[in-house]
C-alpha cells in the first residue's frame, strides 16, 4: 500500500494460515494484483512467504472454500481457469512451495 500509494489492499481477498479468509477489495471491486488481468480475475493472496515451504492445511483448505463459495454466487465462473500470479506477470509469486501445491488443484492451468 505504501510503495503504490494504495489507500487498500490490491487484492481481492487474503488467506491466513490461521484458517481466515480476510477480505480486502472483495467480491465485487475490481483488484490491483495482476496487471491486465484485474478486470477478469479474483486475486487471492496468502500471507506469508511460501518459497520453501507450503502454507498449513488451514490455508489452503480456507482459499478452496474460498473458491468454492464464489462458484454458486457467480462471483467466480464454474469453469473457471486457476492461475498463479506468475503466470501472468513476471513474478516469482506465489512461490514455487504454494505454486508446486495449486498446480495440482482443479481448473490450474499454467
Known amino acids: 500500500m505504501n510503495t503504490q500509494k494504495w489507500c487498500d489492499i490490491g487484492y481481492n481477498f487474503l488467506v491466513g494460515e490461521d484458517g481466515r479468509v480476510y477480505e480486502g477489495r ?3 471491486t475490481l ?3 495482476a496487471r491486465s488481468y484485474n478486470h477478469i ?3 487471492i493472496s496468502f500471507i506469508g ?3 520453501n515451504r507450503a502454507p498449513n492445511s ?4 480456507a482459499a478452496r472454500q474460498l ?4 462458484v454458486p454466487r457467480n462471483f467466480i465462473r464454474s469453469n473457471y481457469v486457476l ?4 503466470n501472468v506477470n513476471p513474478t516469482s509469486c506465489p512461490g514455487n512451495s504454494l505454486y508446486r501445491v495449486i498446480q ?3 481448473h490450474f492451468r499454467a
Do not use: D, E, M, Y
Request: hydrophobic share 35%.
Open 26 to 28: 472483495g467480491w465485487t
Open 31 to 33: 483488484g490491483a494484483h
Open 41 to 43: 480475475s479474483i486475486g
Open 49 to 51: 512467504s511460501f518459497t
Open 58 to 61: 488451514a490455508a489452503l483448505n
Open 67 to 70: 473458491i468454492a463459495c464464489g
Open 83 to 86: 492461475k498463479g500470479h506468475r
Open 104 to 106: 495440482g488443484w482443479p
